[in-house]
């Protein structure tokens, strides 16, 4: 047999290859952890907030347990609840909508732009114009700055202001991306993001942080995130959460910081590649003026009447994985389809989950490897 013919599989994201570079650092880092034994609270979650903060320009930065927890404390903190809606794309990870129903206010779901897959400005004020008009009061939005490239903040801004709504960044997916020069997280009134392993900058477990400039907020972010806990630590002054980020988590991760410019800069060489060698036969990614991205996702559009199904399967049987996010758009899935949508319904929303595939992206793609996805691809399109 000629095994050595068949190429081995192509990883979808490869933690491996990070590791591999990383090595002793990390085992040093955990190491240290081990050692003084703070596994909660310890001195490397002050340092990788502040080493976030650096990076990024926030004036604050409260580390948590994950994405999630990272939005869901912002809505908290405001005190969002019922008769409150709260503005989201469709087209995104459920967390964004979900966090929303958890504190009782009503996700009212808006479309997005068919190029940067990101929140449309327009059906926003369609969207808040539906939730009063459904008796609701509109409060906040969540933009989400979608596999990796940052959302047209001024413009979603501009509305939120004129219509009296604060703004809550999703960066779960794009952290280290940057709008008009400004990195995510100095952008929103508060900015959220995910340590997922498979985010862009990932730990080796679940994680998250918040953004802010508000001292005040972070101040009550900091007391939710122990449970509400006030000055005195057994007088509770609020209603909170266990939403800690540990000890271990933050050491890998302010190792992970030190290589991530680099990273950014493979993931951008990475979708250079794929945009000449695919940009003529599928729709590419597209980044808009002023924003960049950090490719968390490379997520092609096929053309129409293609069959999706037949298409990754003529890649998995060259060992070249793909996923599809997202098959269903929220608006579309069974615990949020009774939510609103704003006026005019969410046609783009729905072309992009019936049309949309991703390929794999990391920052350790090499280009034979991503030559042979190139072929992949453009061979089961044309058959
Ligand atoms: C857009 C978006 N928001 C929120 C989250 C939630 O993050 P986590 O999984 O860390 O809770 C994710 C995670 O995939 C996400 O992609």
């Not at 999630?68 to 409150?84: E, N, Q």
């Not at 122990?226 to 266990?242: A, C, E």
């Not at 680099?262 to 980044?287: H, Q």
């Not at 997202?326 to 609103?340: G, L």
Request: aromatic share 8%.
């Amino acid at each position: 047999m000629n095994q050595h013919l068949t190429p081995p599989p192509v990883p979808f994201i490869d933690v491996i290859s990070q590791r591999n570079r990383l090595g002793k650092s990390i085992d040093d880092a955990v190491s240290r952890v081990l050692d003084h034994c703070q596994f909660i609270n310890g001195p490397e979650v002050t340092r990788l907030e502040a080493d976030l903060a650096a990076f990024c320009g926030a004036k604050y930065v409260v580390s948590c347990a994950s994405g999630t927890d990272a939005l869901l404390m912002v809505l908290m903190a405001r005190g969002v609840g019922p008769g409150d809606a709260v503005l989201c794309p469709s087209f995104t990870f459920c967390a964004t909508g979900e966090v929303v129903a958890l504190v009782g206010a009503t996700p009212v779901f808006v479309d997005v732009d068919a190029a940067t897959f990101n929140m449309d400005a327009e059906s926003l004020q369609r969207g808040i114009a539906t939730a009063r008009r459904l008796g609701l009061k509109p409060v906040a939005v969540i933009p989400v700055d979608l596999f990796g490239q940052s959302a047209d903040h001024d413009a979603i801004g501009a509305v939120a202001a004129a219509q009296g709504l604060f703004v809550l960044d999703d960066a779960a997916q794009s952290f280290g991306a940057t709008y008009k020069g400004r990195r995510l997280g100095g952008v929103a009134l508060a900015t959220a993001t995910s340590f997922f392993p498979a985010k862009p900058l990932g730990c080796y477990g679940d994680g998250g942080a918040i953004f802010t400039d508000d001292a005040e907020l972070a101040e009550t972010l900091r007391s939710i995130r122990v449970h509400g806990q006030g000055t005195d630590k057994y007088d509770n002054v609020r209603i909170g959460l266990t939403a800690r980020l540990d000890t271990m988590q933050a050491a890998v991760l302010i190792e992970k910081l030190r290589i991530f410019e680099d990273e950014i800069a493979a993931r951008n060489a990475v979708a250079d590649r794929y945009a000449r060698g695919l940009g003529n036969i599928v729709a590419v990614p597209r980044v808009a003026p002023g924003c960049t991205s950090v490719w968390a996702q490379y997520t092609i559009r096929l053309p129409k009447g293609c069959d999706r199904d037949g298409f990754a399967a003529a890649l998995k049987a060259q060992g070249i994985p793909t996923a599809i996010y997202y098959p269903k758009s929220m608006h579309q899935q069974t615990a949020y389809r009774d939510f609103p949508v704003a006026d005019g319904g969410l046609p783009i929303c729905e072309d992009l989950s019936a049309d949309v595939i991703s390929l794999p992206m990391h920052p350790y793609l090499d280009e034979p490897t991503q030559a042979r996805i190139i072929e992949a691809v453009r061979g089961a399109l044309q058959t």
